[in-house]
């Protein structure tokens, strides 16, 4: 519409080549009333939120018989993750389902992943919030074994992360979960915190803060949903947002 109206008051301002730019500044328009007050298409973020919580549940499954069965642990895990998403019955069937699929001895997980790429692809937060529910996942029992971490590198090499890239990733992680609950009280507290935040004692005051707003920003709920994670899945980020909060309040306060 905006670009038929551009043309229009473009030919009166300026001619035939009034048209032209009238066109070009209307299309604009356009795509942003398009994208909705939020700058993104309502319509594809559903879809995005869709896909996520499928791929995220296919994976967890896969991730999960890895070793060749499926633990109480790692079953345990998955009903508390479904309880704290809030899920509906409906839903909750879906996430079993899915979870169930990606557990098959056959399953293959490359079409999935192609269709994240291509539905979510475009963003390293939701490429790397998928990371780091698997993980999470994958350290349910308290460890990650070889057939876990072997499968989470093929994962991230899809997703696009180096080797040394998803192990640094998975530090950060393995950390954070260290300050679940509030500050940790053992002797490498301290450490646990810097590798936290990917950083390390030599880093400068500026250094850490840096890491520290990057993972902020990573795990803010308003952004997260924004880009297409699920309502009901931004609680675990909340949670890693909380340790990381834990993690840089210790190192500040060594630091004074």
């Known amino acids: 519409m905006f670009r038929i109206l551009g043309a229009i008051v473009g030919f009166f301002m300026l001619g035939f080549l009034g048209i032209f730019l009238g066109y070009l500044v209307g299309s604009f328009i356009d795509r942003f009333k398009a994208l909705g007050p939020s700058g993104m298409n309502p319509f594809n973020t559903t879809r995005r939120q869709s896909v996520f919580l499928e791929t ?6 896969k991730l999960a018989k890895a070793d ?24 909750r069937l879906k996430a079993i389902a899915l979870f169930k699929q990606g557990a098959a001895v056959d399953y293959d997980i490359h079409p999935k992943m192609n269709e994240f790429l291509a539905i979510c692809g475009h963003s390293n937060n939701l490429k790397q919030m998928l990371l780091v529910y698997l993980i999470i996942m994958g350290l349910s029992d308290g460890h990650l074994n070889s057939d876990e971490e ?10 696009g992360y180096s080797h040394a890239a998803f192990n ?20 490498s507290a301290l450490d646990d915190a810097y590798k936290a935040l990917g950083v390390s004692k030599d880093s400068t005051d500026q250094e850490i803060k840096h890491a520290y707003r990057k993972l902020m920003s990573q795990y803010h709920p308003d952004k ?7 309502e009901e899945m931004i609680a675990v980020a909340t949670e890693q947002a909380k340790e990381v909060q834990t993690a840089y309040d210790l190192i500040k306060k060594s630091r004074e």
């Open 56 to 61: 995220a549940f296919v994976l967890m499954g």
């Open 68 to 91: 060749g069965r499926v633990s109480e642990t790692e079953v345990s895990h998955v009903e508390q993750f479904m309880q704290k998403l809030g899920m509906t019955p409906e839903h």
């Open 150 to 159: 072997g499968l989470l590198h093929v994962i991230a090499g899809r997703l």
């Open 168 to 187: 640094q990733l998975l530090d950060m992680v393995l950390n954070q979960m260290h300050f679940a609950g509030g500050q940790s009280t053992s002797a």
């Open 224 to 230: 997260l949903m924004g880009q297409g994670v699920p």
